[in-house]
């Protein structure tokens, strides 16, 4: 990283998830990520985090960026605000990370990629699974060689939390466990294995009392010749749930890597097995079940801090969002369709 000095975060949207992004905005003031505004259309919402974490609040985000002078706008709306809010921001060339899912389409989220390189405006996604602890440290097992080159991989995340309770609206989704929590899996998929040549997915609805399918099974054949197994449910029934834990199996020609709940890792090489554990610390607001998540945006939001600051795209930048929400869109068509299916492919207009 090269630049230095601080910058202006705005928070925009203050609801459940959020929290997290504030909270994680403070941890990080000493290193010059200053949260400087909140702002939340529900009054309430953006007056109890402006007191709560010291900052003036609003309840429209053109006002706030009138009146304070923001570098880098957080927008943890959900996705049907994406559009525009990016837009908005694009527009007055400031800088901005929309939470996933991206937009509630392809086209919505090529129309938020193709406005910001229309504005010269900075551009991420928070896509925060990656950025996890556990995550990490699997990946720096596999780059540094240890199993060989990946060849199959088996990524699944499987529970059955109540994830109704503190997000309500998932019950009426008309796209729900690809469009929520797939996407996150398999974002996790192209880190592990590279980008995707064809997908094939089955859907369930298992929940009589929720509106869209809860269950999918995903099969896909990277560019590079590996397999992977993508899975994604709220709708298992299991003792000791992982919740909300992504689980991993990924072999290479040189051994294979296992993580299993509660973050332990086994790793085989060489013909021999080690155990290890690479847990998520407990942060002073983090909380079980959700520690590993919450740091995972603790992580998110430096990384898009520094590079934004540096001058440089984030690894979860919008154009490379796409090719997750490619994977999703591709994914709802094979089920839709019982066909395996390419993913589309984004193609810069200017
Ligand atoms: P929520 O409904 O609890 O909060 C959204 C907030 O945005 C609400 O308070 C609402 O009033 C506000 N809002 C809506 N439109 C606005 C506008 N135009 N201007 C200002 N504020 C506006 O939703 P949530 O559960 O916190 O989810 C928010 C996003 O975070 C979703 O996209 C969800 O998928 C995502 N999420 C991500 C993770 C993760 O990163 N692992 C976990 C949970 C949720
Ligand atoms: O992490 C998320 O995106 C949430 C989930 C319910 C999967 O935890 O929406």
Not at 223 to 235: F, Q, R
Not at 271 to 292: A, C, I, K, N
Not at 313 to 338: C, F, I, M, Q
């Amino acid at each position: 990283m090269t630049k230095t000095g601080t910058v202006a975060i705005g928070m925009v949207g203050c609801g459940f998830y959020a929290q997290n992004h504030l909270n994680a905005w403070t941890d990080l003031r000493p290193e010059g990520a200053i949260l400087s505004a909140v702002c939340d259309r529900d009054p309430a919402r953006a007056a109890q985090a402006g007191a709560k974490f010291g900052v003036p609040h609003f309840t429209d985000m053109g006002k706030m960026l009138d009146a304070v002078n923001i570098g880098l706008l957080d927008i943890a709306t959900r996705m049907d605000t994406h559009r525009e809010l990016a837009a908005i921001a694009a527009a007055r060339g400031v800088a901005a990370v929309v939470q996933k899912p991206f937009a509630p389409t392809w086209e919505d989220c090529v129309a938020i990629v193709d406005t910001a390189r229309k504005h010269k405006a900075w551009l991420a996604v928070h896509e925060n699974f990656r950025f996890g602890t556990a995550m990490r440290a699997v990946k720096k097992i596999i780059d540094q060689g240890t199993i060989g080159t990946p060849s199959w991989a088996r990524l699944s995340w499987r529970t059955g939390f109540d994830v109704y309770r503190g997000q309500p609206y998932l019950a009426e989704e008309e796209k729900l466990v690809i469009q929520d929590v797939g996407i996150h899996v398999l974002d996790l998929a192209r880190y592990f294995l590279g980008e995707v040549d064809r997908l094939s997915c089955e859907t369930q609805k298992r929940n009589p009392k929720i509106r869209a399918e809860d269950t999918a099974t995903i099969m896909m054949r990277h560019s590079s010749g590996a397999v992977s197994v993508v899975e994604a449910t709220y709708a298992a029934r299991r003792h000791d749930d992982p919740f909300p834990e992504t689980m991993l199996e990924i072999e290479g020609d040189g051994g294979s890597v296992i993580l299993r709940k509660g973050e332990k890792v086994t790793i085989t090489t060489q013909g021999l097995g080690f155990e290890d554990h690479v847990g998520s610390p407990l942060l002073s607001w983090t909380s079980r079940p959700w520690h590993g998540s919450q740091e995972a945006v603790l992580h998110t939001n430096r990384h898009m801090f520094e590079r934004f600051r540096a001058g440089l795209p984030a690894d979860t930048s919008g154009e490379d969002n796409l090719k997750t929400y490619a994977l999703v869109e591709a994914a709802y068509e094979s089920a839709a369709t019982h066909r395996a299916v390419r993913p589309a492919q984004w193609t810069p207009r200017d």
